[in-house]
């Protein structure tokens, strides 16, 4: 059990590895939004269970990519004042408004890498990694 | 926006004052001889031509919105319309640049197209991005612009003035500011093919034109090609909303002027972490909001006036 999940952790961790390297571009944007380093978000997490949570702060995604299993439910919270929403560019999934305090859950079922930004502020930036 | 509290020890009443001297909310344009100008709410009209072409720009209601920094955005959307009413040179019509509601929500909607019916003039609308969050627009143009095609965008003649109403908050999905798509853009060049250079035109959108502040989509990736047709006219005005404070800039033959809120102020451009609602103390609110006044005059520039709702 206790290699399992090792294995699992280690073959999620080079899938963050590879979803960073393809991200370039991105990492560029959010090199862009001139905030103090202390407050740049993680850039990557590994979740390991079926629900996962990005935070909205500050207008950012935290954390801005993050990998899950295939399965997973992941719930955005907005912790903002201002509404935002999530929209993948090729509509694999897309929110209503999600005011501040309020959140939006959804459930990826196949691997893939899905870009998503807020519909409101294009500024907003995210990645999901299924594996 | 947390940055700009009240009590932030940069927001002293100089901060504010200079703050307010940036905000703007409804404007009044009045277009003479094709150059439009500005008025704030609070303060006295400047005189208008007596056979210009007077009409009024609103933006950014954000009807819905409840929080702190403005709880009761019906009331100052309300003070906006009382003060369109009470123009000393009543407008021939009304634009609405966007943000009509917070969340798109369809009694947001319903709340906002009752007050103005409150409004006697015909009003055109053009989208904010927060009129077409999760449907594409879908409720907005069913309300407010029910006979447009697909697209939204339009344009008509009044007053000598070529009117044009271009969406630029359709494509935040694959764009990192506002834009237009090739599909307006052809429509806008064909639009603007039979009219002499001399005829003034208005064009109204709801993000800038200009790119004010890109790394928070105060921006419009393709406005350079849209500013390809329209710099052959003698008279361009651009009239926007989005960032909740009277910014004007003129290049060439082409003036560009963003307007007050009716709902609550921004911060300037890069001022603070991100964009969003500033608080200000509520009884300097109406300061910071208002309406613009846009006087077209014949062979004079057109005069804008901003009037805050104070």
């Known amino acids: ?131 | 926006m947390d940055t700009q509290k009240p009590d932030h020890p940069g927001m002293n009443r100089r901060g504010l004052l200079k703050c307010m001297a940036w905000a703007g909310t409804g404007l009044v344009w009045t277009v003479s001889g094709g150059v439009p100008r500005g008025i704030a709410l609070g303060e006295a009209f400047a005189a208008s031509a007596a056979d210009g072409f007077t009409f009024v720009q609103i933006s950014d209601s954000h009807i819905g919105f409840n929080k702190e920094a403005n709880p009761d955005t019906n009331a100052t959307l309300q003070a906006a319309i009382d003060r369109i009413g009470k123009l000393p040179k009543p407008p021939a019509m009304v634009l609405h640049t966007g943000d009509v509601t917070h969340l798109s929500k369809p009694e947001e909607f319903d709340t906002a197209a009752q007050l103005l019916k409150g409004v006697k003039q015909d009003i055109h609308y053009v989208p904010g991005e927060h009129d077409v969050i999760g449907d594409d627009g879908k409720q907005f143009f069913e309300r407010f612009a029910p006979k447009l095609k697909t697209g939204g965008w339009y344009s008509f003649d009044q007053g000598g003035v070529h009117f044009v109403g271009m969406v630029n908050v359709l494509t935040f999905e694959t764009a990192k500011a506002g834009g237009f798509g090739a599909e307006q853009l052809e429509w806008l060049e064909k639009d603007l093919k039979g009219l002499t250079a001399s005829t003034p035109v208005v064009v109204f959108t709801h993000v800038p034109m200009w790119p004010i502040y890109p790394q928070w989509g105060w921006a419009t990736e393709d406005a350079p090609q849209a500013l390809s047709y329209l710099k052959r006219f003698g008279s361009v005005t651009v009239l926007n909303g989005h960032i909740h404070q009277v910014v004007q800039k003129v290049e060439g033959n082409v003036t560009y002027q963003t307007a007050f809120s009716t709902a609550f102020p921004q911060p300037k451009a890069g001022e603070g972490p991100a964009p969003g609602p500033m608080k200000v103390p509520p009884d300097q609110l109406r300061s910071v909001l208002g309406i613009r006044e846009i006087d077209i005059v014949p062979l004079k520039t057109a005069a804008v006036t901003d009037v805050t709702l104070a």
């Open chain 1, 1 to 131: 059990m206790r290699s399992f999940v090792a294995r699992r952790a280690l073959a999620a961790a080079a899938g963050v590895l590879l979803a960073l390297g393809a991200a370039g571009a991105f990492a560029e944007q959010q090199a862009t939004q001139q905030q103090p380093a202390a407050q740049q978000p993680a850039p990557q997490q590994v979740a390991a269970t079926n629900e996962a949570e990005i935070s909205i702060q500050s207008f950012q995604f935290v954390p801005a990519i993050l990998t899950v299993k295939a399965g997973t439910a992941v719930t955005w919270i907005n912790r903002d004042e201002e509404p935002h929403n999530v929209v993948s560019p090729d509509r694999v999934f897309r929110s209503k408004a999600i005011d501040g305090g309020e959140k939006f859950t959804t459930v990826f079922d196949k691997p893939g890498t899905y870009n998503y930004i807020c519909a409101v502020h294009p500024h907003m930036r995210g990645k999901i990694v299924v594996e």
